[in-house]
């Protein structure tokens, strides 16, 4: 049994750590907005700050929205590595520190690097499968760790997650995940340029969703995503400003190493479009409608 | 029992006529280059030109490379038209041509109009599955056409391929796969920005591509040409020139209809890319060897 720390009690954060509580494991939690009061009736043990928080576990787990907000929790004043420095009670204890948020892979290599000159052990671990994963404790998670502290931590992560796979050193989960975010990000506004392209001609978007589900053209994206572009529900899902804040940390990421991503560039384009238009919190599938706007014409059904 | 005629023996039409030949119609073949002694030994009667074949059959399939092919073979120097227009033996019969091939569907409404005119019906049914479908008469056929129509040619066509569909009216048929070709290309591409961020950013592509697949990024492009692009083999196949071919229809047909498509503009650039660099005769998924260029960086396999 070990004493656990969680950092960031939001929409992903508060289901995992449900998760967690109902475990053997003591938790203790901290986040800027207070925490809930049914976490804490559950047994979940409050600290005022990172620092205290990291004082008081051994394995710290952040679920933050961007990698800023890591940076602050982690080296920032009352943060996790001042806690750990000033430690004096158990000094020489390696702890480890597992990022679950979706941030930088430049920055996650750069945490762990400080991480692990304080002498403890880092792990990025970043999630799909959204808040309905979280809450089934059904979530992939991508993880980038030593083979060694993958191997003692995967089955905390296993309370959370369905599918939890090393992808390789520290950095490579975030990989993953980026990886994962431009090939949704990207056949989602190629089955909004194929059905606009069919309604434009005048056929029916329907009955060609349908004959193509089967065949190379078929996935996960034509069939839910492809099925809101033909029925006009927006409502997320997958938040346009979280669909842009991946893109933006991918073209930042390719742009320092020198790689070309055309269309995860046009893609985040046509994501900034959309929060121009008030946006930010439709489902990403609505990218269609920026090329819409261009068309000058709106998928729809065809009614014979 | 019918006459069926059919123009057009390449690397699809042989092994389409194959089951024709196997069922109790009786099949006239016309083709350019000379019809191959096995189909005439199979029972196949060779006719001179398309203007011979026309008079001969209730139903004349058509499975050629581009649209000024089939263009030529209709209503060209001994062609069709003038072949229905000038039979004497059953003037009044209604007959059904079916245009197979993979071309422009604002050529295909405007065929299928001509061919109206001359008081017969037209019918387009491109399909994929590629030669191994065409072998395994396991083809997807996409049709446009009139019901009555449909329903009257679909126990010939369900000779030839699997899942045969009616989409709508004339020009419906290549609309839809031409969708198929917009969803496919583009998924292509995208699994090949990954893939290369993940390599450039010095993670293992194998490790991700296999993490990737249970999720919402998952797709049989991510498992057969992810692993093309990992593996470097790219002998098709679906050939970069037919790939080439059919984004350049799309995209013509776009631009007549004021409809912008920015993913699928990048992904002709990057085949036409790839021809100048030889590669029409390579498979489709090598468009990932032109962001590769850009990179200065090619996919690797992490040898750990």
């Not at 439709?282 to 068309?295: G, P, R």
Request: charge should be negative; charged fraction near 20%; glycine fraction near 10%.
């Amino acid at each position: 049994m070990a004493n656990i720390g969680f950092i960031g009690l939001g929409i992903m954060g508060k289901p995992m750590v449900k998760h967690l509580l109902q475990s053997n494991h003591t938790v203790y939690l901290q986040t800027r907005s207070g925490v809930p009061d049914d976490l804490v009736t559950c047994g979940g043990i409050v600290c005022k700050t990172p620092f205290e928080l990291a004082q008081n576990v051994e394995i710290l787990i952040t679920m933050l929205p961007d990698s800023p907000d890591v940076e602050t929790v982690l080296f920032g004043a009352n943060g996790v590595a001042e806690g750990l420095r000033t430690d004096t009670l158990y000094p020489q204890l390696r702890r480890t520190i597992i990022d679950m948020s979706t941030i930088s892979p430049i920055k996650t290599r750069e945490f762990a690097t400080r991480i692990n000159e304080l002498g403890h052990d880092y792990v990025d671990a970043p999630v799909s499968g959204g808040d309905i994963g979280a809450h089934n404790a059904a979530l992939t998670i991508m993880v980038g760790a030593d083979e060694i502290v993958f191997e003692r931590i995967k089955p905390i992560l296993e309370l959370m997650g369905k599918q939890v796979t090393l992808i390789g050193s520290n950095g490579a989960g975030q990989i993953c995940k980026m990886a994962n975010q431009i090939i949704v990000a990207l056949t989602i506004e190629a089955v909004g340029e194929a059905l606009l392209f069919v309604s434009k001609s005048g056929a029916d978007p329907e009955k060609v969703r349908e004959a193509l589900m089967g065949g190379f053209a078929g996935s996960r994206v034509l069939e839910i995503h492809g099925e809101r572009m033909i029925n006009r529900h927006f409502d997320p899902g997958f938040k346009i400003a979280l669909q842009q804040k991946d893109l933006d940390i991918v073209l930042a990421c390719a742009s320092s190493l020198g790689l070309a991503l055309p269309n995860t560039a046009t893609a985040l384009e046509l994501y900034n479009a959309c929060i121009a238009h008030g946006g930010s919190k439709w489902d990403n599938s609505a990218i269609v409608t920026m090329l819409e706007k261009l068309a000058n014409h709106e998928i729809k059904k065809k009614t014979t």
